[in-house]
């Protein structure tokens, strides 16, 4: 294969960003900050809610569930649906969808009327993620520029979970809970009206038909799977309903491989899926979610319950690994140009199982205070390495035409990830004799699986002829692609 010699800037050069390309950036990353800050933003705030309106411990999951359901299950099709048919159009829709759904759930008079707005918000958000993601990697060329605006993406997609944690505390303590689903609202309410001007109209130049079986299998499949680990959290892996929808999902799921695999124009092209920067990519996107996603819940168990500590003094903790990992995601692009999308994955990955691993030493003693803070704020450092860097090397080299597709899979992956985490891997802290003894055991669970999954990762990019170091290019790309 002939390699193109001609001169390619510098990949260490910084872009500089034309005012528009900052304001369509900001829409864009406020967008995504929006809908990462409503994952947490609830969470301090759910006794309080759950008082005022009346529900029981047991329904409060559905809090969650009613917002993580939709937007995890409908991400790969409305994904598509914006490849075909406007991602602008569809990203508009579901940010009014998601504002004027917050407002439903601010203004809550009933549990029914709280959990359809957090159901409406799951759509919203499930219609924004990938488009937004689109957009940003369709009006950012693939290089330098395109590396900065994913840095800054996954900086604030980062920042917003731990964000949340401090401002649920704050906001519910000053304005009561309904201010948590307010300033969601508020957000919609400043970025839907600069959208219009200024994001460009795109999607794929054919128009061929929606996959309709793969729709509706996956999409099917994805609810019935993130329903039944959402439920064993509360009812265990043993009651019916949870074994019932985990098999109807993994069922849905494996028709729909059958499914696109015989129709012209499939959901998902299965021959994306295998290419290595596609599938190990996602790989360790998954496991960096779900596992950061469990140590934050099992974290606040251990600090509020073992410690003590207040819900705003845990929700500070937080607050100080956001900052870093805001600082990370400032030099996120020039590291990833410096030592190439794989080895900062790897790498990144490696530093979250080994910092993690390090909070095995927390005990019941004051200074477990200093120990845990210091490493949850570094393993969030190398998280968002992860972030920037997986989401990266999915998306290069893939055609404008298939970026709906392939962020569609990233942001399944975040969603998926984020709600799977906490089910499988918390309810062993949960149901342990003593919470201590179940935080010792999470974390060594969750340290084996980010090691294991860092080894799998470097194995399975391990490029011909480029070795994976840079994915800012066509040609690099397609050494990596499995054939």
């Keep these: 294969m002939a390699i193109d010699t001609t001169p390619k800037p510098s990949p260490l050069d910084t872009p500089r960003l034309s005012t528009r390309d900052r304001l369509v950036l900001f829409v864009l990353c406020a967008a995504q900050f929006m809908v990462a800050l409503d994952f947490s933003v609830l969470n301090v705030a759910l006794p309080v809610l759950g008082a005022d309106l009346g529900m029981s411990q047991w329904a409060l999951q559905w809090a969650v569930t009613a917002f993580a359901l939709p937007s995890g299950g409908f991400l790969l099709l409305f994904g598509r649906v914006g490849d075909l048919y406007g991602r602008r159009r569809l990203f508009l829709t579901g940010l009014a969808l998601f504002g004027a759904a917050s407002l439903l759930a601010a203004f809550a008079w009933d549990p029914a009327s709280f959990l359809t707005g957090r159901a409406l918000q799951g759509i919203g958000a499930a219609a924004i993620v990938p488009t937004g993601m689109s957009l940003l990697t369709t009006t950012f060329a693939e290089g330098p520029a395109r590396d900065r605006a994913l840095g800054i993406s996954g900086t604030l997609l980062s920042l917003g979970f731990t964000v949340g944690m401090v401002a649920g505390g704050v906001l519910t303590d000053a304005f009561g809970w309904r201010s948590t689903m307010g300033v969601l609202a508020l957000f ?3 970025v839907l009206p600069l959208a219009p001007g200024l994001l460009p109209e795109s999607r794929t130049p054919e128009r061929p038909r929606l996959d309709v079986p793969g729709a509706v299998t ?3 499949g994805l609810l019935s799977v993130i329903y039944a680990l959402s439920t064993a959290a509360e009812r265990g892996f043993t009651h019916v309903d949870v074994i019932a929808t985990l098999v109807a999902g993994l069922a849905l799921l494996t028709a729909f ?9 499939p959901l998902v092209s299965l021959p994306m899926l295998r290419r290595r920067t596609v599938a190990f990519g996602n790989l360790g996107g998954l496991v960096t979610f779900s596992m950061m ?8 168990l251990y600090f509020e319950e073992t410690l003590g500590l207040s819900a705003f003094r845990t929700g500070l903790i937080f607050g100080v690994a956001g900052v870093l990992s805001a600082v990370a995601g400032a030099y996120a692009s020039k590291v990833i140009g410096r030592f190439g999308a794989r080895r900062t994955l790897v790498g990144s990955l490696a530093g979250q199982g080994v910092l993690t691993g390090a909070l095995l030493g927390l005990n019941t003693h004051a200074w477990s205070v200093w120990l845990a803070t210091a490493a949850v704020s570094l393993a969030c450092v190398f998280h968002l390495g992860v972030i920037v860097s997986y989401g990266l090397t999915v998306t290069s080299g893939v055609p404008d035409t298939e970026q709906g597709l392939a962020t569609g899979l990233v942001t399944s992956t975040q969603q998926v990830g984020i709600t799977i985490g906490i089910p499988l891997l918390g309810v062993l802290a949960t149901t342990s004799s003593d919470l201590l003894t179940g935080l010792h055991t999470v974390l060594a669970v969750e340290t084996t699986i980010v090691l294991a999954t860092a080894v799998l990762v470097a ?16 040609v690099e790309a397609e050494a990596l692609d499995a054939r």
């Design 188 to 190: 919609a309410l400043v």
């Design 257 to 265: 491989v059958l499914v696109e695999s015989r129709t012209e124009a």
């Design 459 to 474: 194995l399975g990019l391990r490029g011909r002829g480029t070795d994976a170091e840079s994915v800012s290019g066509p």
């Design 293 to 300: 996603s469990t140590l934050v819940f099992v974290l606040t």
């Design 218 to 220: 996956v999409t099917g």
